[in-house]
């Protein structure tokens, strides 16, 4: 079982600016796809964006397109979110997930069997 920790999250002002670091443990990271979600109060965890484990093709939610990108370094077992143009729809907890080796790709957080703790971000408007 992998261990996730999230980092990077923090109070920022709309309009501003924050990346997000997941760090993965063990050594199957470069073949696991990984995901970012994320948790309003009040509210069901939504997924926001995505890689696969090959070919570093990327998925995102309509609300966060050309707002986030997700990337991940496979040498530091860590996947980013950049955030830009921030909204203060976007307060929420957020999450990174994985599933298992080589696993096909889903935007189902039922669908992933490892999380993080959460990092809070908060956007002020």
């Known amino acids: 079982q992998v261990q996730l920790v999230e980092s990077g999250g923090g109070l920022v002002q709309a309009g501003g600016s924050l990346r997000l670091s997941c760090a993965v443990s063990?050594?199957?990271?470069?073949?696991?796809?990984m995901a970012w979600f994320r948790q309003a109060p009040g509210k069901e965890r939504e997924f926001v964006a995505g890689?696969?484990?090959?070919?570093?093709?990327?998925y995102y939610a309509d609300s966060v397109k050309g707002r986030f990108t997700i990337s991940r370094d496979n040498a530091k077992n860590t996947v980013y979110l950049q955030m830009n143009s921030l909204k203060p729809e976007d307060t929420a907890v957020y999450y990174c997930?994985?599933?298992?080796?080589?696993?096909?790709?889903?935007?189902?957080?039922?669908?992933?069997?490892?999380w993080g703790q959460g990092t809070q971000v908060t956007v002020s408007s």
């Open positions: 997930a994985t599933k298992g080796q080589f696993g096909a790709w889903s935007t189902d957080p039922g669908d992933f069997s490892s």
């Open positions: 063990g050594r199957t990271f470069s073949t696991r796809p």
């Open positions: 890689i696969k484990w090959s070919g570093g093709i990327t």
